[in-house]
Structure formats: structure tokens, C-alpha cells
């Protein structure tokens, strides 16, 4: 017995005889291993039908060049999204493992896309006060995320379209979910320093979402203290990258290429519009820009099902947010079960923070949602379809939101005894499963047509291996041969005459090199390259084939291309 106004001590839960329990991450790390292998086994399957290109390509060069010492990629020209420090590495540790390889260009984006599936649904079991409640919300990620429709595969199977920053981003928002000092906000503010380092839309996806969160948090409790984290580790990590940006450039580091054109006055007012036809293309709410990959129209229209609850759900968490906002009140869990003397899990706290802190972690999802949509109203130039790439993280960040709201939802019905859940469950999983067929469309689709790999063999056959090329034939060349073959991009000078293309390419890759042959896919893809312009430049060529679409022009004598002088800096 215990002295009377003693507190019993140890560990809760445990009682003499009982084994402890192990540890979460010794039951949760396999887990986590065996989904990220799994997913991307199935991503990188599914990528035959999405195909590559030198943008991808580029990214696999970049991280052989880290891994040869160049870690702040000096002499390279890149655009304004660099990568260095957001996917880059991902690519250095592949190339590392396997070298450079043709697999490379579907293997690391599919384990990039496996990482945020896996990283949404550990952040929607989390919005969960129940067991079932986590199991609900992850089997809405596995419906809207690990089965994503045709037009999100043809974007986040693809390397360099943002997801490192989106990856980053979500972690971030994980590492600060309770709004506490310590070593997770720390990892959070390094997360997006990195994040923005290497690709600036981190700072709509992650860091901004984070300032807007952290003053929402301000305002719902109405103290500073309730937001004062994410907004200091917002602020930090803006610093901190341009402190780190600023050292790299004094001991010297990559040049920044122009950025592409802002969309004019009357294409933003198209873009507004695109919202709902190209977000719809995305969530699933229609098919008819990018199609089925193959599936039934009729199993593809089970999509618009998805597509209804993510506009509601997310309606719901932009409410949740606002009625937090008017109400005000004490921001946390346990400062609502202090004010009302019960526990945690009898404390009688409201429906827009009903969870402990979980909150803070759906009003950065809505900020980033706005600020992804922002992106793409912003930069997409042009009536493109494939400008898509800068509106998918919206409903990316949606489905996740939707996942969280249907989590914590059916945490509380299963407390009351709902007798329809169960139906509801098994509706749910056949739902999911409709989506998983649609999806295994994707992984029979023809494959995406690829000339490069025939291109490669050819140019090895014929003992061709150090050439220049238009940049869509360059170095996405260069990886399917192995980096047997290397191509280096040339793009027309205001002279007529072929330069150095000064995006996606090394100094080193020029810079006392020798070429013998010149390589292009006449017509947009060439980016002006013609067999005249080459001619001009070093002469005319002794011989001349056709592989596949393209054309290879083979000069008698080597001859050289500058490694300080070039074009295509702008847009």
C-alpha cells in the first residue's frame, strides 16, 4: 500500500509478470520498409507507360557528378529549380548503388512517389483517436493516392516535378504537429531549408503553409505562443537557405538559369478556369484530356466517387480552420481538458481541434493547398496540359486532408456505436479496390514510345561516343547507353551558330572535350538544331543517318564546343 497523497511511479500500463511491450518503431520499420519496397516495385512497373526524358535524365547526371566530389556541382548551369538538395540526392545514393542506368530514370521517382504515399498515410492514421479510425484513413490514401488516376501517374512518375519539396514539405508538418520546441522542429526547419535550396516551391508547399499555420495558431488561441513555432521555423529556414545559398556562390557553386514566363493577365483567368477542368483530370472527376491508360470508361467513372468526397473533405477542413478561427479558445487539447479538470480523452473538445494538436497539421495542408493551386495560376504560361505538373501537389495535399478528415470521422462514429460502418467499410474497400483494378490498367499499358534506347545501341555500335545533341536527345541518351555514350546539349546562338545549352549541363562536360557527331529529332524537339546550323558551325558533316526518328550527323575531324559561351539561359 502507498502512503496516503503518495503518486504510484514506473511505467503505466505495466504490471509484474508482464513481458513489456516492445518498442512502436520495432513493430512500425519493417512495415514501413516492406510498403516503401512494394510501392516501388508497382510505381516503377507502372512508369513503362509514362516514359522519360532529359529532364529526368539530367538528374541522374547531376547526382553521378555529386558523387564524383562536385558536391556543390560547380560549373554546372541549371534551371531555377535546381533539385541540388530536394531529389538530387536521391539520385546520387541510386547512382551509387547501381551506377548510371536507364533503370534510374523510373526507379527513384517511383520511390520518391512510394515516399509520400507512405508518409500520407502514416499522417492520416495520426488525425485517428481509434485503431479502426487509422485503418479508415489509410485505406482513403490507398484509394486517392496509391492508386492515383491516369493524369497525377503522367506527373508524379516523372523525375523533377516537385516531389522532393512536397516530400519534404509533409515531413516538416509531421515534425511539428504538437507546436514544440525541440529537436523535431529543428529537423523541420532543416527539412525546408533543404527543401527550398533545391526547389523554390517549397516555399508554397512547405514554408509558407507553415507561416500561415503558425498565425492561424495565434489567432485560434489568441496568445503568440500557440503559433510562435512554425513561424519561427519558417522564418529560420528561409535564413538558413539563403545563408547556405550565399556561402555555396562565395566558394563556388552552380549558376541559376532565368526562369520561365509568368502567365499574363488574361492566362491567369485561364488558369482559374483550369482549377476545376485540370484539377478535375487529376482527382478523377473526369477523363477526357489525358484519358484511361486502357481502363474501362465505366470502372474509371467510380473515380468521380473519390473525386466528390475530396471536395467535400477538403471543404470541411477549410471550415474546421475558419470555425477555429471565429471561435478562438485554448489551441491544444490539454489546455481544453486542464480548463474542464478531466483528462485527455474526456475532455469535451470541440470538432474543429479534435485531436491533440492535430490541427496544426490540417491548417498547413489547407495553406499549402491555396499555395499549390497559387503556383499554378502563377506560372503556367500557357494552355499546356502537361503544366498540370505545378497544380498536382493541390490535390495531392487534398486527398491527404480528405484521408485525415474521414480518419478522425470515423474514430467518433465507431465511439458511439454507428451500426452502419461496418457497410460502410466494406463499400469503402470495394471502392479501393476498383481503384486498384483501374490502376493495373496502368501497368498493362503499352509502353510509352522510346527511341533513345535504340538510338544508345546504335551510336555504341558505331563506336560513336563522345557527340553534342539537341537538349530532348542529350542526356537522356547519355543514360540509356550507360553513360557509355555521352552527349552533351547544344542549342542555336543569335549568330545561327551551336553553343553550349546553358541549362542541365556541366562546364566539365565541354571544357578541353572533343566531338565527332551531332545528334536531334527534327522539329520542336530539336530546339532549333538544324543540319544547317551545324554546317555553319563546324563544317559540313561527312556522313549523315537516320535511327529511329532521329538524325546523326558524323564529321570526319573532332571538333570542339566552348565551355564559357552559350545560349539558352532564358526561358
Known amino acids: 500500500m502507498l502512503p496516503a497523497g503518495a503518486v504510484r511511479t514506473g511505467v503505466p500500463g ?26 516501388t516495385a508497382m510505381y516503377t512497373a507502372a512508369t513503362r507507360g509514362v ?144 527543401g527550398m535550396l533545391g526547389d523554390l516551391m517549397t516555399v508554397a508547399y512547405g514554408t509558407a503553409p507553415l507561416l500561415v499555420a503558425g498565425v492561424v495558431a495565434m489567432l485560434r488561441g489568441g496568445s503568440v505562443r500557440d503559433g510562435r513555432v512554425q513561424v519561427g521555423v519558417a522564418a529560420a529556414a528561409a535564413a538558413g537557405a539563403l ?82 478561427l471565429v471561435a478562438g479558445g485554448p489551441a491544444d487539447t490539454a489546455r481544453v481538458a486542464g480548463r474542464q479538470g478531466l483528462g485527455q480523452r474526456g475532455a469535451r473538445v470541440p470538432w474543429w481541434q479534435s485531436e491533440p494538436g492535430g490541427w496544426r497539421i490540417d491548417d498547413a495542408l489547407v495553406a499549402a493547398c491555396f499555395g499549390a493551386a497559387a503556383t499554378y495560376v502563377i506560372l503556367a ?42 457497410a460502410v467499410g466494406v463499400v469503402a474497400v470495394g471502392i479501393t479496390a476498383a481503384y486498384g483494378a483501374a490502376f493495373g490498367y496502368q501497368l498493362a499499358t503499352t509502353p510509352y514510345p522510346q527511341p533513345a534506347p535504340a538510338l544508345a545501341s546504335w551510336l555504341q555500335a558505331h563506336h560513336l561516343t563522345q557527340g553534342v545533341g539537341a537538349y530532348w536527345a542529350a542526356s537522356l541518351t547519355t543514360v540509356e547507353a550507360d553513360g557509355n555514350v555521352r552527349v552533351r546539349p547544344v542549342i542555336p546562338d543569335s549568330n545561327g551558330h551551336l553553343v553550349r545549352y546553358m541549362r542541365e549541363s556541366a562546364a566539365e562536360w565541354y571544357a578541353g572535350r572533343s566531338f565527332d557527331f551531332l545528334v536531334f ?36 575531324r573532332p571538333f570542339g564546343v566552348p565551355a564559357t559561351r552559350g545560349a539558352g539561359a532564358g526561358p
Open 14 to 39: 505495466r504490471r509484474a509478470g508482464r513481458r513489456p511491450e516492445p518498442r512502436s518503431w520495432v513493430v512500425w520499420v519493417p512495415v514501413v520498409v516492406v510498403l516503401l519496397v512494394g510501392l
Open 51 to 194: 516514359g522519360s526524358d532529359s529532364d529526368t535524365a539530367s538528374l541522374v547526371l547531376e547526382g553521378q557528378s555529386v558523387l564524383q566530389g562536385h558536391l556543390l556541382l560547380h560549373g554546372w548551369a541549371l534551371s531555377l529549380d535546381s533539385f541540388w538538395t530536394s531529389e538530387v540526392p536521391f539520385y546520387a545514393i541510386a547512382d551509387l548503388i547501381a551506377g548510371v542506368r536507364p533503370l534510374l530514370l523510373y526507379l527513384v521517382p517511383a520511390f520518391l512517389y512510394a515516399s509520400v504515399v507512405v508518409t500520407c498515410g502514416a499522417l492520416a492514421a495520426a488525425a485517428a483517436s481509434s485503431r479502426s479510425g487509422a485503418v479508415a484513413g489509410v485505406v482513403a490514401v490507398a484509394a486517392l493516392l496509391a492508386f492515383p488516376t491516369w493524369a497525377m501517374s503522367l506527373v508524379v512518375l516523372r523525375g523533377g516535378h516537385h516531389l522532393g519539396a512536397v516530400l519534404y514539405s509533409l515531413a516538416a508538418f509531421w515534425c511539428l504537429r504538437r507546436g514544440r520546441w525541440g529537436w523535431p522542429a529543428a529537423l523541420a526547419g532543416v527539412l525546408l531549408a533543404a
Open 243 to 324: 545563408v547556405v545559398r550565399e556561402a555555396a556562390k562565395a566558394i563556388g557553386t552552380f549558376g541559376i538559369a532565368a526562369a520561365n514566363p509568368l502567365a499574363g493577365g488574361q492566362q491567369i483567368v485561364h488558369n482559374l478556369r483550369h482549377l476545376y477542368s485540370l484539377g478535375g483530370e487529376l482527382v478523377g472527376w473526369k477523363h477526357t484530356v489525358f484519358g484511361t491508360a486502357g481502363a474501362p470508361p465505366a470502372l474509371y467513372d467510380l473515380r468521380m466517387v473519390g473525386a466528390v468526397v475530396v471536395v467535400a473533405c477538403s471543404a470541411l477542413a477549410l471550415l474546421r480552420l475558419l470555425a477555429g
Open 381 to 422: 504560361f500557357a494552355n499546356i496540359p502537361d503544366l498540370d505538373r505545378y497544380l498536382a501537389p493541390t490535390a495531392l495535399f487534398m486527398s491527404l486532408l480528405t484521408a485525415r478528415v474521414i480518419a478522425r470521422a470515423w474514430s467518433r462514429l465507431a465511439a458511439t456505436g454507428w451500426g452502419v460502418l461496418p
Open 521 to 556: 529529332q527534327p522539329g520542336p524537339l530539336a530546339l532549333g538544331v538544324t543540319p544547317a546550323e551545324a554546317a555553319a558551325t563546324w563544317g559540313p558533316p561527312a556522313h549523315q543517318y537516320a535511327v529511329d526518328g532521329y538524325l546523326v550527323l558524323v564529321w570526319a
